[in-house]
Nanobody, 115 residues
Framework: QVRLAESGGGLVQAGGSLGLSCAAS????????MGWYRQAPGKQRELVAS???????NYADSVKGRFAISRDNAKKMVFLQMNSLKPEDTGVYYC?????????WGQGTQVTVSS
């Protein structure tokens, strides 16, 4: 059974940095895509960044140049480094895995950016 476990997040002032980590467990092979989505209060969940097992990346326009996604395929982990954080980055961040036409989600971790 595939499971995702996030860590990181928390409270930070605007302009600060935070890092998120996500570890996948279970039988997972390439190709697959891992990434991060976020959901702000009253808004729909949106893609933040994703990375294929072949290292192709995709970023939301709102985070380009500020966030960086990376992954360790051997450890089945994905990371999100968030710099120059803004209050509008506040939300619950979910780790995501797309594998063999199934979408898996972590439990989510709160990121709050104070102004």
């Amino acid at each position: 059974q595939v499971r995702l476990a996030e860590s990181g997040g928390g409270l930070v002032q605007a302009g600060g940095s935070l890092g998120l980590s996500c570890a996948a467990s279970g039988s997972i092979f390439s190709p697959n895509t891992m990434g991060w989505y976020r959901q702000a209060p009253g808004k729909q969940r949106e893609l933040v960044a994703s990375m294929t097992s072949g290292s192709s990346t995709n970023y939301a326009d709102s985070v380009k140049g500020r966030f960086a996604i990376s992954r360790d395929n051997a450890k089945k982990m994905v990371f999100l480094q968030m710099n120059s954080l803004k209050p509008e980055d506040t939300g619950v961040y979910y780790c995501n895995l797309d594998y063999r036409a199934i979408r898996y989600w972590g439990q989510g971790t709160q990121v709050t950016v104070s102004s």
